[in-house]
């Protein structure tokens, strides 16, 4: 009954790894990656023998020595010898060393890394090694050690307490108490431990103690490359102290560890304690002396001439931090801003006008969800930015999937037969301008509707795989899918793909009942040997099942190519031991000092297969295809049809910003003394103010060449709210992934979006109207505030939203710009720029429009400009200054008199 009991409790706590190993090996078998899934598998298993064999040989042999030394000694003393407990013993070391090779099998990754590590062709600068060293070996060493270390402090305990447990006999007939003072071990006369401890004990301690110190020891000599990712003090990465006290104090400690296990060696020869105590206490006096010693020298050394001892030092960090960060390679360039947008300007830019972005998305999002859910299931998860080469040339497109989300059908609709077998796909995509309106305020649809109908042609545009679709579904079965409403009634469909998983056995279908806790895998009558199982559909997930090894940006965005729906996801490369790299801490990326946009993931939406494609010769990138040659492939793979798509992501983009705020300084005193820091912009939205996110558009870079699809990053300096630079990553071939850093003049004033966001409130007009809308049951929603660059000027674009409070339905109806030296608000993002060079607003005055010439407004701003300087200096206490602008101040008052006198004859005339 004994066996019987445990057969069936070592049946039931095993079917579940070995399910799941099946259901996985049916899953990529389907996707077609089973050597990515045969390789982990493989590896993980042969990981388990080496932990297994090493955690049991080395318990095993020390259990072993000391139950023949016990044996032996109490031979000796012809004390009887009991050894019924080896057997417990042996059964414990053999269950603790298949525990211990299954946890060591959780490292399959370092090891294969370690394996096959590729050179990055770079050394570090302090111990010349390659930094592939320190991304694909040291931590597989540091492993090893680690793994090695925890082995012999586990045995010294258990050598311990079986001596202690097994000599009891030997104790008692002998009269000694341990515990007595005057006859402790712990004596200093020589030969005193030999009078109280066995011969036999001694040197198996001994042995076990030597190992210990030499795994110290070791560890020390590690401790040396670590030092080169050190985050403290002033530099990231071994700073001064660093090099000359605590690379040295490794050093010294490495060495006096090591001789300590040679003490102890020697130890077993002649057996006297007082050689490896001194040895350790020699040691351990060092270590807590040493402890001190980099603190009072960084204080009193360095502190006093820091920028002095640290240049070098910060170049390193600076440099390498570039490097692994991917910004040493940007183009710094000067942008010479004109103080004001002309209209020839706008004229000869017409291309990069007609595609500035006056929808924010996440309004947008909104209107989506009112104008083209269509019905209560569907949802959109979020709207994205793409482009299209179209008749009227290069255009951008607001785009969003329509998804099917199940939670929302109604109660009673809530089946299983519903929720897995009908329900089972998403339809269609919806696509609108960025530059355009209707007079309403509503999006002009290009693409809308079920089934899609406009100026692109979707011929399958079902969705089985996409943002939110996290949950299983069985398609091709004997029940009919819902495909799509029409005219009051349902339209239904089956899938013809080849996605899924085929149940077409019994087996599988008890299989996945069980996997799923569905037992309507086997009682269904509509599941058949045809029917597919469709799991791992959320595209992020399903790319991270095939390559977990990757990290994915969080927002994959949809393409139509040749009739059908495709995603885009961005993967990345990441580490962590890049020596002299800053680690950076995000809400995406936490403590990584590396990352390159290495993949891109493509994922068919409606039969689900993955591809991957290598985007960048890259050593990590280079590494993993090593390991898994059959998961990667080319770019020049990749259809050119969705080459024309590719974008540089943003996840990728803001931490390479957030770091560049401080590393575009490559000047080693100016980056230690942060003189010209940066800061990225604030805008409002919903009435709070939040970062300014990166954002894409078409437009024409200084010197550059031809239209071209970017991200921009504005900068401000830090503190500060003029705009002091902005940076464009390039997202089309053949200059994909350059960065373009435009550098504006610091002598002069240049807006940042916070002060425009300022003007556009100060605006008497504006913000009359503005308040006016939120007084009368509606919502005013400030979109996103655009700076974009148009030939040498600068333009910002902010859309005004209207949402009414019960039912939330953003209509655009105002389009603010500005030039920076005026603020002019519109219906339309064409009649905002018009307004704009032409130099006059339309305000209210009795149902008749006034005119306000150009230079009038003009030289007024300039008044209030040098009124606010002066203010500036009368706070400052500099009255020098204050008289200057004031008497600026009068003489440009005195020429807008004039220009209004002006005005006035030409109009009384």
Not at 457 to 466: A, H, K, L, Q, S
Request: charged share 20%; net charge negative.
């Amino acid at each position: 009954m004994r066996i019987i009991f445990f057969l069936i409790v070592a049946f039931f706590l095993g079917i579940g790894p070995l399910v799941g190993i099946y259901t996985d090996y049916l899953w990529f078998d389907m996707i077609g990656y089973t050597s990515v899934f045969t390789t982990i598998l493989q590896w993980k298993l042969i990981a388990i023998i080496p932990g297994f064999l090493l955690a049991f040989i080395f318990l095993y042999v020390n259990a072993r020595y000391t139950g023949d030394s016990v044996k032996k000694i109490l031979e000796d003393k012809d004390i009887a010898y009991n050894d019924t407990d080896s057997t417990l013993i042996l059964i414990v070391i053999t269950a603790f060393s298949l525990l211990f090779g299954l946890t060591f099998s959780s490292s399959w990754r370092i090891i294969l890394l370690y394996l096959n590590s590729s050179s990055f062709g770079i050394n570090d600068p302090i111990l010349m090694n390659d930094i592939g060293f320190y991304v694909f070996q040291l931590p597989f060493i540091q492993m090893i050690r680690g793994t090695l270390l925890t082995l012999t402090i586990i045995s010294i305990i258990l050598v311990l307490g079986l001596y202690m447990f097994r000599l009891q006999p030997l104790f008692k007939s002998e009269g000694i108490e341990i515990d007595d003072a005057e006859e402790s071990y712990f004596l200093y006369q020589t030969g005193g431990l030999k009078d109280i401890v066995p011969s036999r004990v001694l040197v198996h301690l001994s042995l076990l103690l030597s190992v210990l110190f030499a795994l110290i020891a070791f560890g020390y000599f590690l401790n040396r490359y670590d030092i080169l990712f050190s985050q403290q003090g002033v530099v990231a990465g071994a700073g001064y102290t660093d090099v000359h006290v605590r690379l040295p104090i490794f050093n010294i400690l490495t060495l006096l560890s090591f001789l300590t296990a040679i003490s102890l060696i020697a130890n077993i020869k002649l057996k006297n304690v007082n050689i490896p105590l001194a040895s350790i206490i020699l040691l351990i006096l060092f270590i807590v002396t040493s402890s001190f010693v980099p603190d009072i020298y960084q204080q009193f050394k360095v502190e006093p001439t820091e920028i002095q001892l640290e240049e070098q030092y910060l170049e390193y960090n600076i440099n390498y931090t570039r490097m692994a960060f991917g910004l040493s390679n940007i183009e710094e360039k000067p942008f010479e801003a004109n103080a004001d947008l002309t209209a020839e300007e706008l004229q000869n830019n017409t291309n990069i006008t007609e595609n500035i972005r006056i929808w924010d998305r996440r309004a947008l999002e909104q209107t989506y969800k009112q104008l083209q859910q269509i019905r209560t299931y569907y949802t959109f998860n979020d709207v994205d930015t793409d482009r299209y080469m179209m008749y009227g040339g290069y255009q951008q497109y607001m785009i969003s999937a329509r998804e099917l989300d199940t939670m929302q059908l109604a109660p009673e609709a809530k089946t299983w037969v519903n929720e897995r077998l009908v329900y089972t796909h998403g339809f269609g995509i919806v696509m609108n301008p960025v530059s355009t309106k209707t007079e309403d305020g509503r999006p002009q649809f290009v693409l809308q509707d079920i089934p899609p109908t406009g100026e692109f042609t979707v011929d399958n545009p079902r969705i089985y795989y996409g943002e939110i679709t996290t949950d299983y579904k069985i398609a091709d079965t004997g029940k009919e899918e819902f495909d799509y409403p029409r005219e009051g009634q349902n339209v239904f469909t089956q899938y013809e793909g080849q996605s899924g998983i085929l149940l077409d056995s019994l087996t599988k279908r008890l299989i996945f009942a069980f996997v799923f806790g569905e037992y309507n895998f086997i009682l269904s009558e509509y599941i058949d040997d045809s029917s597919r199982l469709m799991y791992h559909r959320q595209i992020v997930d399903r790319a991270q099942t095939i390559a977990p090894f990757l990290e994915y940006d969080s927002d994959p965005y949809p393409v139509i190519y040749e009739g059908k729906i495709y995603w885009i996801i961005d993967a990345f490369t990441t580490a962590d031991k890049y020596p002299y790299s800053e680690s950076y801490y995000g809400d995406k990326f936490y403590n990584i000092n590396y990352i390159r946009n290495s993949v891109k993931v493509v994922v068919d939406a409606y039969d689900g297969t993955v591809d991957f494609y290598v985007m960048e010769d890259e050593p990590v990138v280079n590494t993993y295809s090593k390991i898994f040659p059959e998961l990667f492939k080319p770019f020049s793979e990749m259809p050119e049809g969705l080459q024309e798509h590719i974008r540089y992501p943003k996840d990728f983009f803001k931490v390479q910003m957030d770091l560049y705020e401080n590393y575009h300084m490559k000047d080693a005193e100016t980056f230690y003394n942060k003189e010209d820091a940066w800061a990225i912009p604030r805008e409002v939205y919903r009435g709070t103010s939040i970062d300014m996110e990166p954002y894409y558009m078409i437009t024409k870079l200084p010197n550059d060449g031809g239209l071209e699809y970017v991200l921009l990053q504005p900068f401000t300096p830090r503190n500060r709210e003029n705009m002091i630079a902005w940076i464009a990553a390039r997202c089309d071939n053949p200059n994909y992934g350059e960065l373009k850093h435009y550098e504006l003049p610091k002598g002069e004033l240049i807006y940042g979006p916070t002060q425009i966001e300022s003007r556009i409130d100060q605006d008497p007009d504006i913000s009359e109207q503005l308040t006016l809308w939120g007084q009368t049951g509606s919502r005013v929603i400030r979109g996103n505030l655009l700076v974009v660059p148009i030939g040498n000027s600068i333009l910002y674009t902010e859309p005004i939203f209207i949402s009414a409070e019960e039912s939330e339905i953003p209509e655009l109806r105002r389009v603010v710009v500005s030039s920076g030296q005026k603020v002019v608000m519109g219906e339309a993002l064409q009649e905002s720029l018009q307004m704009l060079v032409e130099g006059r607003i339309t305000e209210g005055n009795g149902g008749q429009n006034t005119e306000v010439p150009t230079t009038a407004r003009e030289l007024a701003q300039q008044a209030l400009d040098h009124y606010n300087k002066a203010q500036e200096y009368l706070a400052d206490g500099d009255w020098a200054g204050y008289g200057e602008e004031m008497d600026k101040m009068k003489k440009i008052l005195n020429q807008l008199t004039q220009t209004l006198d002006g005005a006035d004859i030409n109009t009384s005339g």
